[in-house]
């Protein structure tokens, strides 16, 4: 839209760089271009506004298949207009001179007249094509029928048009049709992943099968180990009773030998003493044997001096006095 700006009577208008202005001024062309700027006066200007920029257009129209199914389509054209001055000649694109906003809807006829057109062409493919085709390759079909069939329509460069770019995003059936068409495909995704849910479960129920044989077979070998340890503890146990008794025996019979040489030891060592004492008492008795009486009493009376205690006082009474008095004279008499 164009900015327009009122002076004293006078309006000036300065336009976009996407939009060409053609300024006519008492049936005569003034100004023609694009990004314009001038000054007119609203009572003798007739002003066209024509966008000269890219434009997407997006349509959806309904079509009827070959085997009588409805499918909508999507679609989005990209137009320009190439030639202004055609377009402002058979489109009204005359703005009022004091807001700059177009008096009708060129764009809208525009949309219509392009929007028919793609759809005529739209229909004359899906018309032969059935359904499943459709949504399976109707799209580029559908697009390059509608591309060819603009740019060979008469009336779009008859206006100045030209089409830059046509694009199909989708056919798509009633809902009613699309949930019917889906139920398949559905089925046969889920039976797929039924199908890798099953074999991941028997896959999983073989690897348990397996860790049960292998944890089954390691019991097995564990139990056969134990058994084996068992019996060589046991193999063990029996070796070392026979060596501790083998041992005890050694021992034993070591203590036996030891006591007897012991034995015999002190015997001959209690022999040797007795024959000493013997030979020594016999000693004895043949010195005494020939030791005269006297002597003897003397050595006995030293003995006998030299084991009684000692003695501080003797008290002799008369009466023991007496006989000893007696005794030695007794003695003294038998020994003369």
Known sequence: MADITKRFGWRHLRSAPTAHVRHHRSGQLAHDGAGLSFWFRPLSAAISEVPVDDR??????HARTADFQDVAVQATVTYRIGDPAVAAEHLDFSIDPDSGIWRGAPLEQLATLLTETAQQHALD????TTLASALADGVPAVREAVATGLR????????GISVVAVRVMALRPEPEVERALRTPARERIQQEADKATYE??????????????NELASQIELARREEQLVEQRGANTRR???EQAAADAVRVQAEADRRI?????EAEAAREAGEARAQAQAAWLRVHGETD??????????RLAENLPRIESVTVSPDVLTGLLARFGADGGQSE
Not at 125 to 128: D, G, K, N, P, S
Not at 152 to 159: C, S, V
Not at 201 to 213: G, H, S, Y
């Open 261 to 265: 040489r012991l034995a015999r030891a």
């Open 293 to 302: 009486v006297a002597t003897l009493r003397a050595l006995t009376g030293t």
């Open 200 to 213: 991941r479960r028997a896959v999983a129920v073989e690897r348990e099968r397996t860790i049960a044989e």
């Open 125 to 128: 493919v899906l018309v032969r």
């Open 56 to 61: 997407e257009l997006a349509m959806t129209f």
């Open 152 to 159: 060979e329509e008469p009336r779009l460069p008859a206006t």
């Open 240 to 242: 070392e009773a026979e």
